[in-house]
Nanobody, 118 residues
Framework: QVQLVESGGGSVQAGGSLRLSCAAS?????MGWYRQAPGKERERVAI???????FYDDSVKGRFTISRDNAKNTLYLQMNSLKPEDTAMYYC???????????????WGQGTQVTVSS
């Protein structure tokens, strides 16, 4: 069982930046970030596979960058030009293989809150 621990959330004004981190207790292949705002469904934000391929939701393309440090088993999400609509609880997710991640991530973090004020 891999444990995921997020950090780096907080409050920022519109246009600002935050960097989220997710430390995994073991190796994972597919990793990514989801978010859920109050009253809304959880949505996928960004994915990075073990081979480095990345995918982004259209709402964050050009503003967010996902990356990983495999030596540290750590996932990052650099968020720039933040907007009030980015306000949500952000969750780190991971899986033991890329295919498993596509089907449904096996591991989830507890979440870190991001609040963007206008």
């Amino acid at each position: 069982q891999v444990q995921l621990v997020e950090s780096g959330g907080g409050s920022v004004q519109a246009g600002g930046s935050l960097r989220l981190s997710c430390a995994a207790s073991g190796y994972t292949a597919g990793m990514g970030w989801y978010r859920q705002a109050p009253g809304k469904e959880r949505e996928r934000v960004a994915i990075i596979y073990s081979d480095g391929r990345t995918f982004y939701d259209d709402s964050v393309k050009g503003r967010f960058t996902i990356s990983r440090d495999n030596a540290k088993n750590t996932l990052y999400l650099q968020m720039n030009s933040l907007k009030p609509e980015d306000t949500a609880m952000y969750y780190c997710a991971a899986a033991s293989s890329n295919i498993n991640y596509i089907r449904s991530p096996e591991y989830w973090g507890q979440g870190t809150q991001v609040t963007v004020s206008s």
